[in-house]
């Protein structure tokens, strides 16, 4: 078995060759997240716009839920589409499992209730006044919400790169629901399990530079975007 200086020098060359097996892993892990987010961002937004602007019977319980689903563990995500998708569940007809589509759902449960909260905050702390203004002035709905968004929009875009950290990371409910699938569902995380388990360490290091390298991309960025949010004092 290769040392680690070995194993690390292997993983560097087969990320500056480009290796095609290793970019295609890279490739499938960012567009199932990203394809994740796009479709998880809008009504996890308005969700969090609902929660901070409107008053409503059960909305301090709804806000409770979504608190709660931020701690459930990525596995139990997993198993319980997992469930819901197999054969025997009631959407095993869609058949599903095991493909990247069960990734994206999986991922969109892990990060919807991430944006929803740190979306909530960041909209709770804009000023009511300016939806008041702004519907004062003539805006619909829409156009109200949109200048809420731009008022709070570093929170958000904090909210954003948080869960994208999350859900590109997680291991559990990408194995449970897309089956390590060699060209089709093996992503990052997934692929570091595997080839760790085989005591092939080249591939696993140089897939965790990629996620050492995109977790100080995002921290940098989220640090830049909540310092901007920050009042100048």
Do not use: C
């Amino acid at each position: 078995m290769e040392t680690l200086s070995d194993a690390t020098l292997t993983a560097l060359q087969l990320l500056i060759s480009g290796n095609t097996e290793l970019w295609e892993i890279i490739g499938i892990s960012f567009r199932v997240s990203l394809l994740a987010i796009l479709v998880a961002t809008p009504p996890a937004i308005v969700t969090a716009f609902v929660l901070a602007y409107l008053r409503f019977p059960g909305r301090r319980l709804l806000i409770s839920i979504n608190s709660t689903l931020l701690s459930v563990p990525a596995v139990v995500v997993g198993l319980t589409l997992y469930i819901l998708l197999s054969r025997q569940g009631p959407m095993g007809e869609w058949k599903l499992l095991f493909t990247q589509t069960a990734m994206v759902l999986g991922q969109i449960a892990l990060s919807f209730p991430i944006l929803a909260a740190m979306g909530h905050s960041a909209l709770q702390a804009v000023d009511k006044r300016a939806w008041e203004t702004a519907r004062t002035l003539g805006a619909g709905p829409i156009r109200a919400l949109f200048t809420i968004m731009h008022e709070a929009r570093f929170g958000l875009m904090a909210a954003l790169l948080a869960a994208f950290g999350r859900i590109i990371a997680e291991v559990g409910a990408s194995m449970m629901l897309g089956g390590n699938i060699l060209h089709y569902t093996r992503n990052i995380p997934t692929a570091i399990a595997l080839e760790t388990s085989k005591g092939e360490f080249a591939q696993g290091i140089a897939l965790g530079i990629v996620l050492l390298v995109l977790a100080f991309t995002l921290n940098a960025l989220l640090q830049n975007f909540q310092g901007r949010g920050q009042p100048v004092t």
